[in-house]
Structure formats: C-alpha cells, structure tokens
C-alpha cells in the first residue's frame, strides 16, 4: 500500500505559477498527475517512469508543466507555469506499477487531492 499526500495547489491569476508536491510513503516504478474539473472526466496530465525518467504530457499542458521527482525524499513533483483559467481542478498524484501512462484506469493509489483554481 502507498500512501499519496499533494501540497501545493492554490488560486493564482492566469500567467501565474505554482508547484505542486506529492510525497509517496514508497516506491513505484510509475507516478503522475491528472486533474479533473467540475463535471468532466479525470484526465492524465504528466507522468514519469522513474527507472529511467521517461515522461509524458497531455497535449494542453506540453511546454507548460514540467514533471519531476527527488527520488531521495521519494517526491513528485509538477511546475505549473503560463497557467490558463482552463487549468482550473482538483489536482491528483498516482502511482502504479509498470510503464508509464496517463490512463487513470491503470493507476492503483491515488492522494486526495489538492485544488488549483486559476482567475483570468
């Protein structure tokens, strides 16, 4: 059993940035971010494959949010920056076994959350 707690999440104007952090309990292999929105579906925003930091994006947040993690301290983290009010969520930290993936359906343990709301 892993144990997922997030931090950061905040409300900042669009163009704004914030940090976000999920501390692990343990390893795994596969973490990432998704978010989801009032009324939408969780959708995958970052992942990373911590044997060799393989990473992915979903195409709204390339370029914008970079995902990363301090293996030492067993903690992920995503870099929000060029925030758009579209940002807006509840923000999630998962884990898995296995390679990477932005499919919540694959993802064993989650956090509960940390809420980012970004005004235009």
């Known amino acids: 059993q892993v144990q997922l707690v997030e931090s950061g999440g905040g409300s900042v104007q669009a163009g704004g940035t914030l940090r976000l952090s999920c501390a692990a309990s343990?390893?795994?292999?596969?973490m990432a971010w998704f978010r989801q929105a009032p009324g939408k579906e969780r959708e995958g925003v970052a992942t990373?494959?911590?044997?060799?930091?393989?990473?992915d994006y979903a195409d709204s947040v390339k370029g914008r949010f970079t995902v990363s993690q301090d293996n030492a301290k067993n903690t992920l983290y995503l870099q929000m920056n060029s925030l758009k009010p579209e940002d807006t969520a509840m923000y999630y930290c998962a884990s898995k076994d296995g390679w990477e993936s932005l499919r919540p359906d694959e993802y064993k343990f989650w956090g509960q959350g940390t809420q980012v709301t970004v005004s235009s």
């Open positions: 990373i494959y911590t044997p060799d930091h393989t990473t």
């Open positions: 343990g390893y795994s292999p596969t």
